[in-house]
Every structure is written in structure tokens, then in C-alpha cells.
């Protein structure tokens, strides 16, 4: 099956920077795309930014201009480069990736996510 797991959260000062990556495996063809969400305690799941196979790139307008995605086509990984951290930025980062993963199948698959904590 396909696996996806992220790495790189952690615990930050307000305006510091952290970079969580996003690793897919498993028997795959390729990744159509692939989507950072963030979900804070009693809030609703938020879209942070997306990537897709193109390299074209979409943020969230409370991360825009300070967030950075990018992708590593040839490992099967993206990145999420964080600067200018808030900490309204807290929040579990998951990671979505839209699978080819074979001619006739296609899915969409979900990370375990990483805690981001940003201090005051």
C-alpha cells in the first residue's frame, strides 16, 4: 500500500522558521499533487498550501509570503518551508498526496501529521 508520513515539527519561537517534509512510498506510478493542511484544537481543517505534478503552487492567504512549498519529484517528496512563524500557526500539519497508483487506479492518501508549535 501506499504510505505517507511527515517530519520536521517542532517547537519554535514567534518568528522563527521550521521545514517539514512529506515523504511518500509503497508501489506508485506517480503524484498527481500534493496538499499541506493544518487543523489547530476546535478549529476546522485548513488548506496551507498545494503543489501539483506541474510544479504550479496555491497558498492559504494567512501563510501567503511566508510559507514556501516545493517538491522533489525524483524522491517522491515535498517540502513545507516556514518562516516568520506565529503562533497562530500551532496546529497539526498533515499531509495529502493524490496517488497515480497504477494505470487504471488512483487514491488519496493521508500522513499521521506532525505538531507545529510556535511560543510567544
Known amino acids: 500500500q501506499v504510505q505517507v508520513a511527515e517530519s520536521g515539527g517542532g517547537l519554535v519561537q514567534a518568528g522563527g522558521s521550521l521545514r517539514l517534509s512529506c515523504a511518500v512510498s509503497g508501489s506508485i506510478i506517480s503524484i498527481k499533487a500534493m496538499i499541506w493542511f493544518r487543523q489547530a484544537p476546535g478549529k476546522q481543517r485548513e488548506l496551507v498550501a498545494s503543489?501539483?505534478?506541474?510544479?504550479?503552487?496555491n497558498y492559504g492567504d494567512s501563510v501567503k509570503g511566508r510559507f514556501t512549498i516545493s517538491r522533489d519529484n525524483a524522491k517522491n517528496t515535498m517540502y513545507l518551508q516556514m518562516n516568520s512563524l506565529k503562533p497562530e500557526d500551532t496546529a497539526v500539519y498533515y499531509c495529502?498526496?493524490?496517488?497515480?497508483?497504477?494505470?487504471?487506479?488512483?487514491?488519496?492518501?493521508w500522513g499521521q501529521g506532525t505538531q507545529v508549535t510556535v511560543s510567544s
Open positions: 495529502n498526496a493524490d496517488v497515480q497508483r497504477t494505470r487504471i487506479s488512483s487514491g488519496n492518501y
Open positions: 503543489i501539483n505534478s506541474g510544479g504550479a503552487t
